[in-house]
């Protein structure tokens, strides 16, 4: 039996497992990882600027390819607390990625040694599994349980700990034999299926609203086929976006009560009859007041997470399977029914979505200057074609993008849906264009969330990650600001100063263009809303000869508030902003307006 250091064999299971790629920041307790990663060879390593990031960057490589997980790594002690919002994050949106992390040896645990924390305990609660290792001959089984883990069910994050002196122990391990567990995902019966249909046969005005899952589960295609095959018009959610694409005849926008359009929730609100695939009901889509969301409608919810299924409101018949087995199984029956006769025709439900779509619009043309927000998403439809992926995390910037932006692909809306941590932009768009770098990528960031992890652009700069970076600047907390005002208040959100080294920027504080390129990336500044097209062209040409990100700087309005409900409530959204009256309103649209 071969004999190498239980760090040699971790890194051996991990190319067998799929990993070609791993993120992290070297230390201490650490480097005997670091040493057979290169010793070993075969994966590639990029070096992030924070471990936060590091944790992202293994999002961003997830999320952006099927199949993918993500690897970070880290030393003992504050390496592991860092990479923690990256574990809370993936856990939240069923990502895979797996944290590795140094620790102190093993005799010293227990004695509050440098750097040493139970970062096991601390994990437990945003992982599937987090372990410190103790014995280094567990250390095969601990890696192949954690890829088990990370892939049957619900996906999500494992985290291993590595003492030091485990890591340094020799064992017997023969790279040859290993062999991945077998994955377990819940599949739907005939009989669940059947019945599931059944309801979809009774229902005049049916909608399905497709969540993550699908893309979690790769199964997009089947989705559109099996809602072109019964004629049914789709809600994604905001994790589900890209299933089917926007501008398909039964692509139905999105709902909610932030992240949605006036005609998703118009036409939710005329359903009858709700196929929930993938999705776990998420507050922001639903709202807080579940009656206005249920009330007159049946629900069937199917979810590959069976503890998923009643959480948060009981639907009528509940199904425990991954999307694609059960889509498999929706379709069979549907194409069995249409050669009987038996599916229902509702084309007219599906043209009255497609009604909505084209009269139900929020307006995106203004000249104003400082720009209004909704310009430039105007202007990014523009620019960035069907095959963009776009990148982003929280804040007005994301809520704004999801009502005015177009998607037309599975994984591409790449967005941190549940936790939204402000800095998850950069780290995550480096990891998604690390992971497919034909792909074109555009991230999306608030001057706050672009500020919170700024420096993860030296890490695309040393690495030649190229992408562009669009940064809408309102030297606000505008999501915030916005929040406080049912309170009463402007507290604390405001970011403006005048910079004594840039005057030309006014109240608007943080030069972003000279900090950007100070970290070896490239950016321009825009103040004109008619030179955001050009920007925008000329940010995807430098992007390509330098092999860097690029950042376009818009400079906005101070205060906009952007739609969405007071009071939680996906029947109650305000419209702060004028609306689309005339086609040359919103000229981006995907349908045309109709008046």
């Not at 609203?209 to 018009?233: R, T, W, Y």
């Not at 194409?335 to 995106?364: C, H, I, M, N, Y």
């Not at 940010?539 to 205060?559: G, M």
Request: hydrophobic share 45%.
């Amino acid at each position: 039996m071969p004999r190498m250091t239980a760090a040699a064999a971790a890194v051996e299971i991990l190319k067998i497992e799929g990993v070609s790629q791993a993120f992290g920041v070297p230390g201490a307790a650490i480097n005997p990882f670091y040493r057979e990663l290169k010793n070993v060879g075969g994966i590639g390593h990029t070096l992030a600027r924070h471990v936060e990031g590091a944790s992202h960057m293994a999002e961003g490589y997830t999320r952006a390819k099927a199949g993918n997980i993500g690897v970070c790594v880290g030393t003992s002690g504050p390496a592991g607390t860092d990479m923690i919002t990256g574990l809370y994050s993936a856990i939240a949106d069923s990502i895979p990625i797996l944290c590795i992390t140094g620790q102190a040896p093993v005799s010293k645990l227990h004695k509050e040694d440098f750097q040493a924390v139970d970062i096991a305990s601390i994990a437990g609660p945003v992982t599937k599994k987090a372990t410190t290792v103790l014995e280094a001959a567990q250390v095969p089984g601990v890696f192949q349980e954690a890829f088990h883990l990370m892939r049957s069910g619900r996906p999500g994050p494992v985290l291993i700990d590595l003492p030091i002196d485990v890591q340094l122990t020799e064992i017997e391990f023969d790279p040859e034999t290993y062999a991945p567990l077998p994955v377990y995902k819940p599949r739907a019966t005939r009989a669940q299926a059947a019945k599931a249909l059944g309801f979809l046969l009774e229902s005049q005005r049916p909608l399905i609203v497709a969540g993550g899952g699908i893309i979690n589960a790769d199964a997009s295609d089947l989705l559109v086929e099996f809602a072109e095959l019964v004629g049914v018009p789709v809600i994604s959610t905001l994790m589900g976006w890209g299933t089917i694409p926007d501008d398909h005849e039964l692509a139905a926008g999105m709902v909610g009560v932030q992240t949605a359009h006036r005609y998703g929730n118009a036409t939710f609100l005329e359903s009858d009859f709700v196929f929930g695939i993938g999705n776990r009901w998420a507050n922001r889509h639903t709202g807080y007041n579940l009656d206005a969301y249920t009330k007159g409608r049946t629900f069937v919810h199917v979810d590959i997470e069976p503890t998923q299924l009643g959480k948060i409101f009981a639907p009528d018949f509940g199904i425990a399977s991954d999307a694609k087995a059960a889509l498999e199984l929706f379709i069979e029956i549907a194409k069995e029914l249409k050669v009987e006769g038996k599916l229902p025709d509702f084309s007219a439900w599906a043209a009255s979505a497609q009604e909505r779509k084209g009269s139900l619009q929020r307006r995106t043309h203004f000249d104003d200057i400082p720009l209004k927000p909704q310009r430039v998403y105007e202007e990014m439809n523009k620019a960035f074609g069907p095959e963009t992926r776009y990148v982003t995390t929280i804040g007005l910037s994301q809520i704004a993008a999801a009502q005015f932006l177009h998607v037309y692909r599975p994984r591409n809306w790449i967005n941190c849906g549940q936790a939204g941590p402000l800095g998850w932009t950069i780290p995550a768009a480096i990891g998604a264009a690390t992971a497919e770098p034909e792909t074109p990528i555009v991230a999306l960031s608030g001057d706050y969330d672009f500020q919170f992890m700024i420096e993860e652009l030296a890490v695309a700069a040393q690495h030649k990650v190229p992408y562009v970076h669009v940064l809408v600047n309102n030297a606000y907390l505008g999501l915030i600001r916005q929040a406080q005002g049912g309170l009463g208040i402007n507290f604390e959100v405001n970011l403006e100063f005048e910079n004594i080294n840039t005057p030309e920027l006014g109240v608007y504080g943080v030069d972003h263009v000279k900090v950007a390129e100070g970290l070896g990336v490239k950016a321009i500044r825009v103040t004109d809303p008619d030179k955001l097209g050009e920007a925008f062209e000329e940010a995807k040409k430098l992007a390509q000869e330098f092999q860097v990100p690029v950042v376009v700087e818009a400079i906005l309005e101070r205060i906009t508030n952007i739609a969405m409900s007071k009071t939680v409530d996906m029947s109650d959204v305000t419209e702060f902003e004028e609306l689309a009256t005339e086609p040359g309103h919103a000229p981006t649209a995907i349908r045309p307006l109709t008046v």
